[in-house]
C-alpha cells in the first residue's frame, strides 16, 4: 500500500503565495519521480511540475512556481507565488515509483488540496 497525502491548499489573492506539501508513506521500494498536476473545473488534468531529478515546468507556471524535493523523505513541495485567478484549481500529487524490486513502476496519486485565487 501506498498512500500520498497533500496539504497547503487554501484561498489566497491574486498576487499572493501558497505552499503545497505532499507525502510518500507506505511500502516504496524506489521513487522514480514527484510531480504535481492539476484540474481546473471543466478542464483536464493537467502537469504543473514535474521533479525526477530534473526540472520541468508547464509553460503557465514557469518563473512563478517552485517544484523541490526531499528524496530522503519521500517528500515534494510546490511553492507557487504570483498566484493568478487561472491557477485555481484541484492540485495532485503524483509519484511514479515501485513497490519492490521486480514489479513494473506505477503512477500513484494523492487526492488532492483546492487552490482558490480570487479577491
Known amino acids: 500500500q501506498v498512500q500520498l497525502v497533500e496539504s497547503g491548499g487554501g484561498l489566497v489573492q491574486p498576487g499572493g503565495s501558497l505552499r503545497l506539501s505532499c507525502v510518500a508513506s507506505?511500502?516504496?521500494?524506489?521513487?522514480?519521480?514527484m510531480n504535481w498536476y492539476r484540474q481546473a473545473p471543466g478542464k483536464q488534468r493537467e502537469l504543473v511540475a514535474r521533479h525526477d531529478g530534473t526540472l520541468q515546468y508547464a509553460d503557465s507556471v514557469k518563473g512563478r512556481f517552485a517544484i523541490s524535493r526531499d528524496t530522503a523523505k519521500n517528500t515534494v513541495s510546490l511553492q507557487m507565488d504570483s498566484l493568478k485567478r487561472e491557477d485555481t484549481a484541484l492540485y495532485y500529487c503524483n509519484a511514479r515509483l515501485k513497490t519492490n524490486h521486480f514489479d513494473p513502476a506505477m503512477d500513484y496519486w494523492g487526492k488532492g488540496t483546492l487552490v482558490t485565487v480570487s479577491s
Open positions: 507506505g511500502s516504496i521500494y524506489i521513487i522514480y519521480s
